[in-house]
């Protein structure tokens, strides 16, 4: 079965200082990993996606298939940067089979 | 482009009634998946549908089903409403194509009373 950690519910960090959001996944296949972000009062978008590989905002992920790990990173944070994060996997399959969510991280930035 | 949009925002209902809920896809984009997000279980996935077809399904009773119209409109169903019903409930849209990804709606809150 599929199944995606975000350890932390909770990640509070003061302004430029380094951040890391943890996700793990279990999954047979080969996934498709992706990082969602919920601004307050916003709806769930895209931030970033392991195929496309690019820094969105000054954030990177990179996919660890040993660890199975697919965790977040930015190195000196901003207090934009507050939301909810959502580590999400997938299968593939253009989206028939779903996303599997992991239950977020909330990452507060403090000044 | 227009955003995925989803009617209604708000929604209250009491238990045994049915209720239907509606979303609209980004133009162009032919897949709409489902999700139900509440605070103890999350984001959980639905059902998604493809050029009206349904091509996958998650792990909820058959009290909760959904159809896709020609131009990609999506409604889902639930009927028999329980309390534990209530909950976010997530559109989100795609091409539907392999590695795509989903743009997602604002949310229809339902409240079960």
């Known amino acids: 079965a599929q199944r995606v950690t975000q350890p932390e519910k909770l990640l509070s960090v003061f302004k430029g200082a380094p951040v890391e959001l943890k996700c793990n996944y279990s999954y047979s296949g080969s996934p498709e990993l992706f990082w969602y972000v919920q601004y307050s009062r916003q709806r769930l978008q895209l931030l970033l996606r392991h195929i496309s590989r690019e820094s969105i905002k000054g954030f990177t992920a990179d996919l660890n298939k040993g660890e199975t790990s697919f965790h977040l990173k930015k190195p000196f944070a901003q207090e934009e940067d507050s939301a909810m994060y959502y580590c999400?996997?997938?299968?593939?399959?253009?989206?028939?089979?779903?996303?599997?969510f992991g239950k977020g991280t909330h990452l507060i930035i403090q000044p | 482009k227009a955003g995925v949009t989803q009617t209604p925002r708000y929604l209250i209902k009491t238990r045994g009634q049915q209720v239907t809920l509606s979303c609209s896809p980004i133009?162009?984009?032919?897949?709409v998946s489902w999700y139900q997000q509440t605070p103890g279980q999350g984001l959980q996935f639905l059902f998604e549908y493809f050029s009206e077809t349904q091509r996958n399904k998650g792990n909820f009773p058959g009290r909760f089903s959904g159809r896709q119209f020609s131009n990609s409109r999506s409604e889902m169903n639930v009927s028999t409403l329980e309390l534990g019903d209530s909950a976010l409930y997530l559109c989100?849209?795609?091409?539907?194509?392999?590695?795509?990804?989903?743009?997602f709606g604002p949310g229809t809150r339902l409240t079960v009373t």
């Open positions: 133009s162009g984009h032919r897949s």
């Open positions: 989100a849209s795609s091409l539907g194509l392999a590695n795509n990804e989903q743009y």
């Open positions: 999400a996997l997938g299968s593939g399959g253009g989206g028939a089979d779903g996303l599997t």
